[in-house]
């Protein structure tokens, strides 16, 4: 269902739907938004679930500590939304599978929950959406998952 959707409502509402879990860990989200942004047409319980994914990922992949932001960019054309943590990062030669159904990468096994799917998911409900996903990571750097909606 494609409706106009208030991004900026949106995710400060799952933002803070996660603050509790963050504070667990002594961590600080810190969200990013534009003073204006544009609508998006999207189904709010599939955009939902997509930065639920991503923020639950970077709080559970993330070291103690570290702050996670959420920062929305947008122009006349595109929406992108960034999340990024300061966690343990992905080897370059890993990221092209990151995406990929029930991948996991090595020496995360080892991390609570999670089954592979999840980035998966991602990346399919914002294609349904004509969007893109992609990710930087650098190992001890930290990852940063982009999500970007063509106006």
Same mark, same amino acid.
């Given at each position: ?17 996660? &603050?509790? /879990? ?7 989200? $810190? ?10 047409? *999207? ?31 947008a122009d006349s054309n595109r929406i992108t939304i960034?999340? &990024?943590? /300061? ?7 890993? $990221? ?10 090595? *020496?995360?096994v080892e991390k609570p929950g999670g089954t592979g ?35």
């Amino acid at each position: 269902h494609l409706d106009p959707l208030d991004l900026d409502v949106l995710l400060q509402d799952i933002v803070e739907g996660f &603050r509790l /879990q963050a504070m667990q860990k002594d961590m600080k989200l $810190l969200l990013d938004l534009p003073e204006e942004l544009p609508t998006l047409r *999207g189904d709010s319980l599939q955009i939902t679930r997509v930065f639920s994914n991503l923020l639950d990922n970077a709080i559970k992949y993330s070291e103690t500590g570290k702050p996670i932001q959420v920062k929305v960019t947008a122009d006349s054309n595109r929406i992108t939304i960034e999340v &990024r943590d /300061q966690g343990s990062g992905i080897e370059s030669d890993k $990221l092209d599978h990151i995406f990929d159904s029930f991948y996991r990468v090595p *020496g995360d096994v080892e991390k609570p929950g999670g089954t592979g799917l999840g980035l998966a998911a991602v990346k399919a409900i914002v294609e349904a959406h004509g969007g893109e996903t992609r990710v930087k990571s650098k190992p001890g750097r930290g990852s940063s998952f982009f999500v970007s909606f063509t106006l």
